[in-house]
């Protein structure tokens, strides 16, 4: 399955969830924002949002600091 990840076209296994995303490119989820297809997805929602054939994702990192 091929997904668009902050602009660069990947392969993942069929059914892959937000979360597992997460995990497959070794991030924290604690600092993320994530968007699939320009729909934010509630960090409540990582492990229930399957990805799809195609879809768009765009991974923010959030940096603290002042």
Known sequence: MRVTVNGEARDFVSGISVAGLIEVLDLD???????RNRQIVPKSAYRQTVL???DRIEIV??????
């Open 29 to 35: 989820p604690r600092r993320l924002g994530i968007e």
């Open 61 to 66: 990192h959030f940096v603290g600091g002042g």
């Open 52 to 54: 799809g054939d195609n």
